[in-house]
Each structure stands twice: as C-alpha cells, then as structure tokens.
C-alpha cells in the first residue's frame, strides 16, 4: 500500500511540474493594432516591414486599442482574417504573395 501511495504522490508531483512547465513557456497571445496617418485603424497578427511609407503606419497593443476605441478621430476598420495587407481611404490593400 505504501508503494502505491509512493507511485501516485510521484506521478502527481511530476504532473504538476509538466503543467507549470507548460504555463511558463506559453506565450500570451497578443493582438497589434495598426493605424495608418488618416487614423484607420485595425487588429494585425504580425508587424510587417512592407507597409508604404507614406501611410505612416503606427503600431500599438491592444490595452492601447481598448483605451481609445470610442476616440472620434481613430476609425476602427474591419479585421481581416488574413491581415497581409493594410487600409488606406477605407479600402484594403492585400500585399501580394
């Protein structure tokens, strides 16, 4: 008896060790925003390096979104599932793959 409480006290000690383990090495998922000159704004899943230039385009986190989605001047656009791409006088712009 004592051998089998040995086995199942190990086995839910190394349980508990995989699922920490597994908690720190989880990253948080985390959703950008980005907002071009004209203040269009929309949720991306990555930062890309191929936006014009001449758009200005801006990057922030999404605490940033949630502090000013009823700001009158930003115009939050709709997120695109497949967000390779970036708006610009309200139309999006796919990059091209």
């Known amino acids: 008896m ?3 409480r040995k086995l199942l006290g190990t086995g839910a000690l190394a349980a508990v060790l995989a ?3 597994m908690v720190a090495t989880t990253t948080i998922a985390s959703a950008d925003v980005a907002c071009n ?3 269009e704004c929309w ?3 990555q930062r890309y390096n191929t936006y014009p230039t001449e758009l200005g385009i801006h990057f922030y986190g999404d ?3 949630k502090a000013h989605e009823h700001d009158t001047h930003f115009h939050w656009m709709k997120d695109r599932d497949d967000d390779h791409g970036y708006y610009s006088h309200g139309e ?3 990059f091209a793959k």
């Open 19 to 21: 699922a920490g383990g």
């Open 2 to 4: 004592r051998v089998l």
């Open 63 to 65: 605490d940033w979104r």
């Open 37 to 39: 000159s004209y203040g």
């Open 92 to 94: 999006w712009h796919g």
């Open 43 to 45: 949720h991306v899943g």
